[in-house]
């Protein structure tokens, strides 16, 4: 992903809510979702983005059609603790986002992004990819588990426009066979 690109990145994430989170969030705040917002936000994260962090585009006929972000993981309890001295390189990852136009949803894409992301955490030295899924979203549940994702079970929820919002924390294990733990 480059710069360039951030506009049409804003536009699948916003588009991608809108469309996997009905019914699972409000409505009003899914309409209210501007991709504009969403990609003034998003340059200034990508301005002081770690270098672990890989943002990825999925092109067709040269318009982003998709996008993944793999980082260091974030929950404490698998990442190593920002007062340890010196700190340890992390060796969990977490796909922090996919997603893929809504329309071109079931091509391809997501799977493609998900490759290349996996790879790319590989490349970090990520022994373990993490990912939390919205509950109810059945969708990506099923996505994630037929690519050798695994519920943890860790939860939890926050607050979107006044609801409270489940998630569950899946995991893969990206060394050897099968899932190790965290």
């Known amino acids: 992903m480059t710069e360039a690109d951030i506009e049409a990145v804003s536009a699948v994430?916003?588009?991608?809510?809108?469309?996997?989170y009905r019914g699972?969030?409000?409505?009003?705040?899914l309409d209210a979702m501007s991709v504009t917002a969403d990609a003034e936000q998003r340059r200034s994260r990508f301005a002081r983005r770690?270098?672990?962090?890989?943002d990825l585009v999925a092109e067709r006929n040269g318009d982003v059609v998709g996008w993944a972000c793999v980082g260091p993981a974030r929950d404490p309890d698998i990442a190593p603790g920002a007062a340890?001295?010196?700190a340890p390189r992390p060796t969990a990852g977490e796909l922090l986002a996919l997603y893929v136009t809504p329309t071109l949803i079931g091509t391809g894409i997501g799977h493609t992004l998900l490759t290349a992301g996996t790879t790319r955490a590989r490349s970090h030295g990520f022994h373990t990819l993490y990912l939390w899924v919205v509950r109810g979203n059945t969708r990506a549940q099923r996505f994630y588990e037929r690519a050798g994702f695994t519920p943890d079970g860790a939860e939890e929820s926050y607050d979107v426009g006044g609801s409270n919002v489940p998630e569950l924390r899946y995991r893969r294990s990206?060394?050897?066979?099968?899932?190790?733990p965290p």
């Open 13 to 20: 994430r916003v588009h991608g809510w809108q469309t996997a």
């Open 24 to 29: 699972l969030m409000p409505q009003a705040y």
């Open 50 to 54: 770690s270098p672990e962090v890989s």
């Open 84 to 86: 340890e001295l010196p």
């Open 174 to 180: 990206l060394v050897g066979g099968g899932n190790t």
